[in-house]
């Protein structure tokens, strides 16, 4: 594979990530380098999910090549495991053909398994079934209580309420117990060597356009959307049902919420994944963060084409150090403050 680097844009929800990988990619087309995106937002993948998860449109691309978007059925189970396999091959066949991939999104354990030398814990179908059958007929609450006596730490990582996670994290964890687990690494390598690019926004100024960003999802036609996705299956959908948006279109179509609900509830929820997702990022190491309020799109996108230029003129740039590991010469980036 070459050893050329893999650009990788991360940041909250709302703060342009999207924006900055097309504008970064037309720069470098402009100077004739050719850059293709791969995309590493979970619920992007699926087909038909549109409005909901933000998806730039084709005539939005501006004639950059993307990866991984609409690749799912609405009923299909999204698989970490599975998308690690699909984004590597996609970025090993940009590489091949001398182009600059650039990994996109905000989902942190999907950017995490591409990024890092990430291994997954095996699966054993019949303690799932089982843990599946306990957090139907008791709820998540006992068996997060379980997980957080038997793994603390990763009990802590999770949402209470998230009952697929959970179960997932106590099966990993029984299955670490017999022998056969297996995950990240407390000092994880890089998979390839990679420029990191945050993006970050006032927590407050944030909260206003993720608000009105889900207000302007239902004035486009979230429900619409999500009503036309039924007929394809959404609702036996395990992950695309439970989607941030969807989830509440779904609820408002079948009566169990209005409008007025089904909004507040996804603006809460949206805040709190932004949150997450500022704890996940803010641990990554040699990520070089840019306040976009600090400066405008266009010069976000040159900045990071400077970098990008300053990653090839260093001799050192090529040994860029996993989240753990130190690298006395890598500058220190400053983390986001929201």
Same mark, same amino acid.
């Given at each position: 594979?070459?050893?050329?680097?893999?650009?990788?844009?991360?940041?909250?929800?709302?703060?342009?990530?999207?924006?900055?990988a097309i504008g970064l990619a037309e720069l470098l087309r402009d100077r004739g380098e050719r850059a293709e995106i791969?995309?590493?937002?979970?619920?992007?993948?699926?087909?038909?999910?549109?409005?909901?998860?933000?998806?730039?449109?084709?005539?939005?691309?501006?004639?950059?090549?993307?990866?991984?978007?609409?690749?799912?059925?609405?009923?299909?189970?999204?698989?970490?495991?599975?998308?690690?396999?699909?984004?590597?091959?996609?970025?090993?066949?940009?590489?091949?053909?001398?182009?600059?991939?650039?990994?996109?999104?905000?989902?942190?354990?999907?950017?995490?398994?591409?990024?890092?030398?990430?291994?997954?814990?095996?699966?054993? +179908?019949?303690? @799932? #079934?089982?843990?599946?059958? !306990? =957090? /139907? $007929?008791? %709820?998540? *609450?006992?068996?997060?209580?379980r997980l957080r006596a038997a793994d603390p730490a990763t009990a802590a990582k999770l949402d209470p309420a998230n009952?697929? +996670?959970?179960? @997932? #994290?106590?099966?990993?964890? !029984? =299955? /670490? $117990?017999? %022998?056969? *687990?297996?995950?990240?690494?407390?000092?994880?390598?890089?998979?390839?060597?990679?420029?990191?690019?945050?993006?970050?926004?006032?927590?407050?100024?944030?909260?206003?356009?993720?608000?009105?960003?889900?207000?302007?999802?239902?004035?486009? *036609?979230?429900?619409?959307?999500?009503?036309?996705?039924?007929?394809?299956?959404?609702?036996?959908?395990?992950?695309?049902?439970?989607?941030?948006?969807?989830?509440?279109?779904?609820?408002?179509?079948?009566?169990?919420?209005?409008?007025?609900?089904a909004i507040a509830q996804t603006q809460a929820l949206t805040r709190r994944y932004a949150r997450r997702q500022v704890?996940?990022?803010?641990?990554?190491?040699?990520?070089?963060?840019?306040?976009?309020?600090?400066?405008?799109?266009?010069?976000?996108?040159?900045?990071?084409?400077?970098?990008?230029?300053?990653?090839?003129?260093?001799?050192?740039?090529?040994?860029?150090?996993?989240?753990?590991?130190?690298?006395?010469?890598?500058?220190?980036?400053?983390?986001?403050?929201?």
């Amino acid at each position: 594979m070459s050893r050329a680097p893999l650009l990788v844009i991360v940041g909250a929800t709302g703060t342009g990530k999207t924006d900055l990988a097309i504008g970064l990619a037309e720069l470098l087309r402009d100077r004739g380098e050719r850059a293709e995106i791969v995309n590493a937002d979970a619920m992007q993948l699926y087909r038909g999910m549109d409005i909901g998860t933000a998806k730039v449109p084709a005539e939005g691309r501006r004639g950059i090549p993307h990866h991984l978007l609409d690749v799912l059925d609405v009923t299909d189970e999204a698989s970490v495991a599975a998308y690690q396999r699909d984004a590597r091959a996609a970025i090993e066949t940009v590489l091949a053909r001398g182009a600059v991939p650039i990994l996109v999104g905000g989902s942190g354990l999907y950017v995490s398994s591409v990024v890092y030398d990430f291994r997954f814990p095996g699966r054993d +179908r019949e303690l @799932r #079934a089982r843990l599946e059958a !306990e =957090l /139907a $007929e008791q %709820g998540p *609450g006992l068996l997060y209580a379980r997980l957080r006596a038997a793994d603390p730490a990763t009990a802590a990582k999770l949402d209470p309420a998230n009952g697929r +996670r959970i179960v @997932r #994290a106590l099966e990993i964890h !029984e =299955l /670490a $117990e017999l %022998g056969h *687990g297996a995950a990240l690494p407390e000092s994880p390598r890089l998979w390839h060597p990679s420029l990191l690019i945050g993006l970050t926004t006032p927590r407050e100024l944030l909260v206003q356009r993720l608000d009105a960003r889900v207000r302007s999802m239902w004035a486009a *036609g979230l429900v619409d959307e999500a009503d036309g996705l039924r007929a394809a299956g959404i609702e036996r959908g395990v992950t695309a049902s439970r989607a941030i948006g969807y989830a509440q279109a779904l609820a408002q179509l079948r009566g169990e919420l209005d409008e007025g609900e089904a909004i507040a509830q996804t603006q809460a929820l949206t805040r709190r994944y932004a949150r997450r997702q500022v704890s996940w990022f803010k641990r990554y190491e040699h990520v070089a963060w840019l306040d976009t309020e600090a400066v405008d799109a266009s010069q976000r996108a040159h900045a990071a084409v400077d970098r990008l230029d300053e990653w090839r003129s260093s001799s050192t740039s090529a040994r860029v150090t996993a989240p753990g590991t130190t690298s006395s010469s890598s500058p220190t980036p400053t983390a986001p403050s929201s």
